[in-house]
């Protein structure tokens, strides 16, 4: 089992910043991708950003790119998402994914935080 816990969530005025962070912790398991997703009230779990562990790739929604970044420490098991220019519509909660690889069966399996709120008051 491969545990994911989130911090650093919060109330922010339009415009400030916050830095989501998400520590992986567990044994038997490689972590491959790690991704941030949001989810408001009623709607589908969105993806937000995503980054693979083996390489620099990154990927971004069209309505967070050039206003978050998504990094890792791949040394601690972590995952940043540095949010900039913040705005009312990313009021959501934002959850931490990792796909990871079971080293003794070769197969992947997916896990998710327990989310944190960010609000973003106008």
């Known amino acids: 089992q491969v545990q994911l816990v989130e911090s650093g969530g919060g109330l922010v005025q339009a415009g400030g910043s916050l830095r989501l962070s998400c520590a992986a912790s567990?044994?038997?398991?490689?972590?491959?991708?790690m991704a941030w997703y949001r989810q408001t009230p009623g709607k589908q779990r969105d993806l937000v950003a995503t980054?693979?562990?083996?390489?620099?790739?990154?990927r971004y929604a069209d309505s967070v790119r050039g206003r978050f970044t998504i990094s890792r420490d791949n040394a601690k098991n972590a995952v940043y998402l540095q949010m900039s220019n913040l705005i009312p519509e990313d009021t959501a909660v934002y959850y931490c994914?990792?796909?990871?690889?079971?080293?003794?069966?070769?197969?992947?399996?997916?896990?998710w935080g327990q989310g944190t709120q960010v609000t973003v008051s106008s």
């Open positions: 994914y990792a796909n990871a690889r079971h080293r003794v069966r070769d197969t992947t399996y997916q896990f």
């Open positions: 567990g044994d038997g398991f490689s972590i491959e991708y």
């Open positions: 980054t693979s562990v083996g390489s620099t790739s990154t």
